[in-house]
């Protein structure tokens, strides 16, 4: 009892004569009292700042140089200023001029857009260790591969005691989230002129490498659409319709496939510069999220010292905003970590640290008034100092957050250097070390590959990824695992010439992820999948990838490839039998244009030459069949029949996506002077007297939906389900009719797909569709005696046996009999039937890799549909034959439909 009142006292003492947490946390980060702030940027950092906590001692004032200009000096404004953003010509404007005034800067150009814009990396460090460069990135890629050393865990200490680590930066890969630019402009003046202790031990011990525009084209595009909004006030105005060339939010989901000129400008930087770290800057939710440390399940191949390292870097970045009184700092909150597409992945895949901030983005330089959502200021475990409910919130506070949590980020990694460098040589090694440590051995391509083309595809995928990959010198044989559970293991014999991609390499993760077979439970947690569940490129495409665990693979003599894979140009690429295109177009929604760029940019590369058209032209154009063979209608990401055909709300004024000299970066992949309009009443009847004319329509998922609820695809039902569940998953299909000329070039019976979400059909001889017809699957005796059926029989006349009822399997239509189509409008004509060509596997063989759940309910239903409307056809793929550059194996059934598309009743 005694000690209650000393207990007492300890409290009183430290509360009276402590030191507040706010206070000791800012401590940490003073800035030098003898260095003059620039008070004109200090205090317009104030004025667009809307609130003190939505700030912090690291950026509220700004440091003065009379040699290095701000970016208000040279771009009239400061970073995050309200109503304004600049071009990407600003920005390396910006970068330029520090890396002029300044021997702490250096800026390398690393690459172009597909529409020829520039993009850049800056180095900022020391003077010393920029002019140590080289040296000290021999040093890094010797640790990168330990092989180098030969795994000498002692020379690598020796070389970690000497080397600087390098933390990579990129920002605005996703072109509506606009405040990374800016923010990265800034935090690179700050750590080039700051002389604050921390900053100076930052500059001292880590080279900070930033690239600030990752979407370039999204990025001048965006700026576009944000003047047009500020030159007409009170006015809706247009989503950024088209962020990159291609594709826009799905950008940072082609890590895997590496399609995309920034995935691999981005990519090859990162890994030529040996770093540690790439961090990458996002905007979504209030107000920071380090979305790294996530629920899970986390990507089964990454090795399990990053699932620590990203917990370290995470909490502490929590603690430390937390303890400067920044509100609504997290991590662990639903990000999964399973999938190996986003761009920061490039890091966790090749021995480095992946992060991603979320922090709290208004699309534009706006202040605006923000209401947030129950559940995010509802403080959980992992949010105990959440978001205020309302905000009034501007893009300085969005620069103040990326800022504050990149500079407590970058002070605790310079603090911790030799462990970040130690552990990056030891995820090297382990990745080395993967086919005793962890399996498998390699992967083996085989030779005689009758799929060479998609083939040389997939390897150029593994170069891209800076895999190694050698062929074998001769022939050679390895034991592979039994068939059966109860068989003894079998051997296989591989021809001379046999590519083998071999684990003991630094970079075998990326390879092992992206050609294993993946499986997320059912029952697993996280209910809700962030992205997709399953990748298997070799199923994906179509090519024999053969998993190796047996360690005699590695005595097989083997030469390393030095020139890139060779992979044919055009169709032969995919392996499409030759054959004549006809006059094509690709039609596209003005509600989304993301889905479909797959398809644009899939075409451009294999040289189809087609007319890119959107919903409104079809619906102004006229005879289409006089243009056209072949319209193809690719995804457009959740669209119904109404939404197609009626476009936007007509209510308001018109929304423009033109070029014009406030908006000269938009309008040069398609224009309109209104996005509103739909297809219209109009140009579904122009669509129709297309097909019947003697036209083919493509559909996929959503655009297949739009087709059967418009009547385009008689006979043709998308399959009802209860309980499914698929979340972007590789399912196994197999040939129905290898008559039709859409199997031409297909050897095997199976085929590998993609399915976002489980869709499969039905097919029926009765427009009405066959669901109230008697199935000999549905038939039941009925209530009567229980002996032999043929003996319980009205009395007077003897047994009557019934007809046998029709038993079709759930991909074909269920026969007719003489009853049900006497006298019967609802009768499909014979030649005008659905034709099923590729049908799901059984439940039991259903999966491939990925989550599936109930998948009774589209077992064994057709899964790509040859549909006749009139004299033409509609081709229905319930899933998306051409997605993010990692379905080749499915292309060819799209190509197929191009070369034959006048002869596709052959065979029927």
Not at 40 to 63: E, G, H, V
Not at 349 to 362: A, K, Q, V
Not at 401 to 406: A, D, I, K, M
Not at 775 to 789: F, L, S
Request: charged share 20%.
């Amino acid at each position: 009892m005694r000690l209650l009142p000393c207990l007492a006292g300890l409290v009183l003492s430290a509360s009276a004569f402590g030191t507040p947490a706010t206070d000791l946390a800012a401590s940490a980060y003073a800035r030098d009292p003898s260095q003059p702030v620039d008070p004109a940027y200090t205090a317009q950092i104030a004025k667009f700042t809307t609130d003190p906590r939505f700030n912090s001692p690291l950026t509220d004032y700004l440091p003065a140089s009379p040699t290095v200009p701000t970016p208000l000096a040279v771009l009239g404004h400061i970073a995050g200023a309200a109503d304004w953003l600049p071009y990407s010509a600003d920005v390396y404007r910006y970068f330029r001029a520090l890396e002029a005034a300044s021997p702490r800067v250096k800026v390398f150009s690393i690459g172009r857009t597909e529409e020829g814009r520039e993009m850049i990396a800056v180095a900022v460090a020391d003077e010393a260790l920029l002019a140590d460069l080289e040296a000290n990135d021999a040093r890094l890629a010797q640790l990168a591969d330990p092989r180098t050393i030969g795994m000498d865990d002692a020379k690598a200490d020796a070389l970690i005691a000497r080397t600087t680590p390098v933390y990579y930066l990129t920002g605005s890969i996703h072109s509506t989230e606009t405040g990374a630019p800016t923010a990265l402009m800034e935090l690179a003046y700050r750590l080039a002129v700051d002389e604050a202790p921390y900053i100076r031990h930052i500059r001292s011990h880590v080279i900070t490498l930033i690239t600030p525009i990752v979407e370039v084209d999204g990025r001048d595009r965006m700026v576009d659409l944000y003047r047009w909004h500020k030159a007409h006030p009170g006015r809706n105005y247009p989503d950024l319709l088209y962020w990159g060339h291609y594709v826009a939010h799905d950008n940072n989901r082609d890590a895997m496939g590496m399609t995309l000129a920034l995935t691999r400008h981005v990519a090859d930087t990162y890994l030529g510069w040996h770093a540690q770290v790439l961090h990458d800057l996002h905007e979504s939710v209030p107000f920071l999220y380090d979305n790294t440390v996530g629920d899970g399940p986390y990507n089964a191949w990454i090795d399990p010292i990053l699932t620590g390292e990203w917990q370290q870097l995470g909490w502490d970045n929590v603690q430390k905003m937390t303890e400067l009184g920044m509100p609504g700092v997290f991590t662990h909150g639903d990000f999964d970590t399973w999938s190996p597409g986003y761009l920061m992945f490039v890091a966790a895949m090749h021995n480095g640290i992946s992060r991603l901030y979320e922090t709290f983005g208004n699309g534009g330089a706006d202040t605006q008034k923000r209401i947030l959502e129950p559940a995010e200021y509802a403080r959980t475990w992992y949010r105990p100092n959440p978001p205020l409910p309302e905000v009034e919130w501007s893009q300085r506070d969005n620069n103040n957050y990326e800022q504050t949590g990149v500079l407590t980020a970058l002070d605790y990694f310079s603090h911790n250097t030799q462990a970040f460098l130690k552990n990056f040589y030891l995820k090297a090694r382990r990745s080395i070390e993967k086919p005793q440590q962890a399996g498998p051995v390699a992967y083996v391509l085989p030779a005689d590959e009758k799929r060479s083309g998609t083939q040389a595809q997939l390897l150029r995928v593994m170069e891209r990824q800076h895999v190694e990959i050698s062929r074998a010198d001769a022939a050679f044989s390895v034991a592979l695992p039994a068939d059966g559970k109860d068989d003894p293991p079998r051997k296989r014999r591989f021809p001379a010439g046999s590519y083998v991609i071999r684990m003991d390499q630094p970079y075998s993760r990326i390879a092992d992820a992206l050609l294993d077979r993946q499986y997320w439970s059912p029952k697993d947690p996280q209910q809700h999948p962030y992205d997709d569940t399953g990748w298997s490129m070799g199923d994906l495409f179509d090519v024999e990838v053969v998993r190796v665990t047996d360690p005699d693979l590695l005595k097989v003599p083997v030469s390393r490839l030095t020139q890139p894979v060779e992979v044919p140009a055009g169709l032969a690429g995919v392996d499409v039998p030759a054959g004549k295109l006809p006059r094509i177009a690709l039609m596209h929604t003005w509600l989304d244009t993301q889905t479909e760029g797959w398809w644009r940019m899939a075409l451009d590369q294999l040289g189809v030459r087609y007319d890119y058209i959107s919903t409104q032209d079809v619906a102004h154009l006229g005879d289409l069949r006089a243009r056209y063979d072949v319209i193809l209608f690719a995804p457009v990401g959740g669209a119904s029949l109404r939404r197609i055909v009626d476009g936007l709300p007509m209510w308001g004024d018109p929304l423009p996506w033109q070029t014009t000299e406030l908006t000269p970066n938009l309008g040069h992949i398609d224009s309109t002077p209104d996005i509103r309009p739909g297809l219209g009443e109009a140009g579904l009847a122009g669509l129709k007297r297309f097909v019947q004319e003697g036209g083919l329509l493509v559909t996929a998922e959503d655009t297949a939906r739009f087709a059967i609820d418009a009547g385009l695809a008689p006979g043709v039902f998308v399959t009802p389900t209860n309980r499914l569940k698929v979340v972007g998953s590789v399912l196994q299909a197999r040939f129905v009719d290898r008559d039709s000329p859409l199997a031409a070039g297909y050897d095997s019976d199976r085929l590998a797909v993609y399915s976002a979400e489980g869709q499969s059909f039905t097919v029926s001889n009765l427009l009405t569709g066959s669901r109230h017809l008697p199935d000999a699957a549905d038939a039941e005796r009925p209530t009567g005696r229980g002996g032999p059926q043929d003996e319980d029989v009205p009395e007077g006349r003897p047994f009557a046996r019934p007809p046998a009822l029709p038993d079709a399997k759930p991909w074909q239509a269920l026969p007719l009999n003489e009853e049900q189509t006497r006298n019967n409008p609802w009768v499909i004509p014979a030649d005008q039937r659905p034709r099923v060509i590729l049908r799901f596997a059984d439940a039991k063989h259903l999966l491939v890799a990925g989550l599936l759940d109930g998948a009774g309910e589209m077992a064994e239903r057709a899964a790509v549909v040859d549909a006749r409307y009139g004299k033409g056809h509609v081709l229905l793929f319930a899933g998306n034959p051409i997605w993010r550059g990692e379905t080749l194996g499915s292309y060819p059934l799209v190509l197929n439909a191009l070369t034959h598309f006048d002869r596709l009743d052959q065979g029927h």
